[in-house]
Each structure stands twice: as structure tokens, then as C-alpha cells.
């Protein structure tokens, strides 16, 4: 048996890694903006049970947005250890971009981080609410140049090589504007809100079943049902628009996705298949005639290319891009299935009686993250083999390493990834189990205040 290279090791532990790490900004940056919103509702209302929602949440964010910045670090790491080549043929593009997202959004989070989870009985009002908003935007602003980044990857633009082979910037507006981008950005965030929607749901809906007269499930749950009823349709617009977008500008993503080996007119819709690379066909084929030209054409008899218009050399994985599109569009149809049931309860004035509603609705808490893993994986496995669309190959972006040493750094990140952030999930799940109620805590408790290496007086008479 073949061992594996050290290059495939690197792209499975940057895999790993990152997979880990897509799943606590997806839900934080949709968390933040529902703690802001909850926020000032209670400042606009008055309404005990806003202020109560936000402090459960709240508890919760705390742990989701440090585990999210801790999993990021460590991908950073990687591009110094196994992507050298990668990071020195990028790094005068790519550098300055994720140095602008350090500037404007980590500091703008980090430093307004603190006065969110610890202020509310410490300042005003209005300066808390007006932390809770930084923090979101901190959370967005990172979204927007973290997808800069990953969107040049896909379609470079504005760029100009240099003597020594490097990527150098010539028009920053195209670099950070690239084709790409504004497509990614509004697929991302809106999956990220969905995401944070069906965690909510999950949750509301858990504590309905339990006891249907809770007030703070009842407005998760409410909340919750709003945004799948209203984004998830918005969603499916969005991913339309992304996937022309990624037709004119990586047609063999599309081909892989779609399941067409073949170039034609009038391309059927596979619903189902299996992919076979090696004969070139895709086996046990169940499709709907001309409705693939129709959704990524608009017209009946619009041209498909196929994947063996490339040599076999460029093209991505057409088996598991297959699938995980799959994975991802039939979520993304059932969560809106649920906002329009939820709204056809909710007209009927039946919302929070507990039934299947309320027991779907837990069974797709998770779905988000499965959504954005499935989505990440098509649009990170389509850009394969290249990780510069075009320019830069994969093979070509490694660090001359050694397997031993990746397959080590491998383990040790398995291990501490689940002992550490096993940790973690737990206790977000330990907190989600525990019912919300009237007057909740929240994280500023009233207690002793202690500084750095001094303690507050004791009481006459306590030791």
C-alpha cells in the first residue's frame, strides 16, 4: 500500500482544520447580529423577555467566538509551515488583506468584546448597545475580508507578477473587488444568519416542547421562523446568482457540480448519479431534460460544457462535487419549507402549540453547519487543482516537507482540536439544554469586582 504523500497530508490537515474552524463564524457572525437586534428591541420596548433572550445567548457567544478565534489562528500557522510557496508567491496581494481584517475587525471585536459580555451593569445603556453593534460589525467587516481573500483565489484580478514569479497588487479595487467577491459575500452571510436561525429554532423549539408557555422559547422561536421564512427564499436567489456567476468564470466547478462529462444543448437536471471519472459518464443517471440548460443558461437550449472539454488533469473531483451540492441546495429547499409552514401556522394563529413543527425544527438545528460545510467543500474542492483559479497549482504551492513531520503536526491537531473544542461544544450544548427564563443572569452577575493583584475589603468581621 502507497503511503501518503506529504502534500496530500498537508491539504487534508488544512482541510480538517478549517472545516473545524467554518462552523464557529457561520454561527457567530449570525449570533452577533441577533444579540444586537434583541438589544435594542428591549431598549426600544422595555420588554423584560428581549433582555432575558440576550442573556442567554450571550453566555453562549462568549464561548462559540473564542473557540472561532482560536481554530483561525492555527490555520495561519499552516500557510507558514506547509504553504510556504503558496504564501510567498500570494503574500504581496493576500498579506495586506488579511492584515486589514486584523486592523478593522479583530480590533474592532476584541475591543468592544469585554464591555458585551462583562458591561451591562457597568456602563450605560446606550454605550453597551453601542459595543454589541461594533462587535457585529467587527463580525461582518472580518466576513468581508476573509471572502475578499478566498473570492481572488477563485478569480484573480488587479493583479500583476513580478521578476521573481510573485502575485504583486496593480489596481486594489479589482484585487478586493474581484468577480467574484460580492456573489461569495451575500451567499456566506446569508448562510451564516440561516445557520444562527436554525440553532435558535432548534432551541426555542426544545423548550416549547417542554413548556409551551415560555416566553423567551416562544420569541426564539418566533424570531427564528421570521428569518427562515424571509432569508432562506433570498438564499436560493443568491445561490442562482452565484452559480452563473461561477459559470463564466469556472465552468469545469459547474460541470463537476451538474454531473455533465458531455458538452450539449438542452442539458438535462440530474437529480441523482453516480459520477464515474475514469469512464467519463455519470452512472445510474435520473435527470429532468433541458432543465440544467434552463437554471444555468436561462434558456432551454442553452450550451453545458463538459468536464472533458479540460485535460483530466484540471479537473476537480466530480464525485464528491456532485453530492455535496446536492447536500447543500436540498437544505437549503427544506429550511424553506419550514418558514413557509411556519408562516401558514402562524396566520393560523397556531405557532407555538408544540407538534412535528416544533420536532423538525430540532432535527434541523444542525443543518446549517451541514449546509456550510457542503457548500465549502463544492466551492474549495472545485477550485482544485489550482489554488490560484488558473495560475497557481496546488503541487506547485507546498513546502518542501517531509510526510513524518505533516502526519505528526496531523495528530496533534486531531487530538487537541476534539480534547479542547470537544470542551467547548459541550458546554454551548450543556447551556442550550438549560431552559431560559424570567430575570436570567447573564454573564455580570452582581459581585465582587477584583482587579489585577487586588482584592476588595472584606466586611468587618469576614476573614
Known amino acids: 500500500m502507497d503511503l501518503p504523500l506529504a502534500i496530500d497530508l498537508a491539504r487534508f490537515q488544512f482541510a480538517f482544520t478549517v472545516s473545524f474552524h467554518i462552523i464557529f463564524p457561520a454561527f457567530s457572525i449570525g449570533l452577533a447580529s441577533y444579540l444586537a437586534v434583541l438589544e435594542g428591541l428591549w431598549l426600544a420596548t422595555g420588554r423584560q423577555v428581549y433582555i432575558d433572550t440576550f442573556r442567554y445567548w450571550l453566555k453562549i457567544f462568549a464561548v462559540a467566538f473564542g473557540m472561532g478565534v482560536v481554530s483561525g489562528i492555527v490555520m495561519s500557522y499552516q500557510f507558514g509551515t506547509n504553504w510556504s510557496v503558496f504564501s510567498d508567491k500570494t503574500g504581496p496581494v493576500l498579506g495586506p488583506l488579511m492584515g486589514y481584517e486584523v486592523l478593522s475587525a479583530f480590533f474592532l471585536e476584541a475591543g468592544f468584546l469585554g464591555i458585551m459580555l462583562f458591561g451591562l451593569k457597568r456602563v450605560g445603556k446606550g454605550l453597551h448597545f453601542a459595543a454589541t453593534l461594533m462587535v457585529a460589525i467587527g463580525t461582518f467587516i472580518s466576513a468581508f475580508w476573509i471572502l475578499s481573500v478566498n473570492s481572488w483565489m477563485h478569480t484573480p484580478a488587479g493583479y500583476a507578477i513580478n521578476e521573481v514569479g510573485q502575485f504583486v497588487p496593480a489596481d486594489w479595487w479589482a484585487v478586493i473587488f474581484n468577480p467574484s467577491f460580492p456573489y461569495r459575500l451575500v451567499h456566506m452571510v446569508l448562510a451564516a444568519y440561516l445557520t444562527t436561525a436554525f440553532v435558535v429554532g432548534a432551541v426555542g423549539a426544545l423548550h416549547l416542547l417542554r413548556n409551551r408557555d415560555n416566553r423567551p422559547a416562544k420569541l426564539m422561536f418566533s424570531m427564528a421562523m ?146 456550510v460545510l457542503a457548500g465549502w467543500i463544492t466551492t474549495e474542492m472545485g477550485r482544485q487543482p489550482w489554488t490560484v483559479y488558473g495560475l497557481l497549482r496546488t503541487v506547485d504551492s507546498a513546502s518542501p516537507m517531509d510526510a513524518p513531520a505533516v502526519a505528526t503536526s496531523l495528530v496533534a491537531f486531531i487530538v487537541v482540536y476534539f480534547v479542547v473544542f470537544g470542551a467547548g461544544v459541550y458546554y454551548v450544548l450543556r447551556s442550550m439544554n438549560a431552559a431560559p427564563h424570567d430575570n436570567e443572569p447573564g454573564l455580570d452577575k452582581d459581585q465582587p469586582v477584583r482587579a489585577a493583584g487586588m482584592a476588595q475589603a472584606g466586611a468587618p468581621g469576614e476573614e
Open 226 to 371: 421570521w428569518m427562515a421564512a424571509v432569508v432562506a427564499p433570498l438564499q436560493i436567489v443568491a445561490g442562482d446568482l452565484h452559480g452563473l456567476n461561477t459559470l463564466e468564470h469556472q465552468p469545469a466547478k459547474i460541470a463537476a457540480m451538474e454531473g455533465h462529462f458531455e458538452s450539449q444543448t438542452g442539458a438535462p437536471l440530474y437529480l441523482f448519479g453516480w459520477p464515474d471519472m475514469e469512464a467519463e459518464e455519470l452512472r445510474y443517471a435520473i435527470g429532468i431534460p433541458k432543465l440544467g440548460s434552463l437554471i444555468l443558461t436561462h434558456d432551454l437550449d442553452g450550451a453545458v460544457q463538459g468536464l472533458t472539454d479540460w485535460p483530466r488533469e484540471d479537473r476537480p473531483n466530480a464525485t464528491v462535487l456532485f453530492w455535496t451540492f446536492r447536500v447543500m441546495v436540498a437544505i437549503g429547499f427544506a429550511m424553506v419549507g419550514i418558514g413557509l409552514w411556519a408562516l401558514w401556522r402562524r396566520w393560523r394563529g397556531t405557532l407555538y402549540e408544540p407538534d412535528l413543527l416544533h420536532r423538525l425544527a430540532i432535527v434541523m438545528g444542525p443543518s446549517g453547519f451541514v449546509a
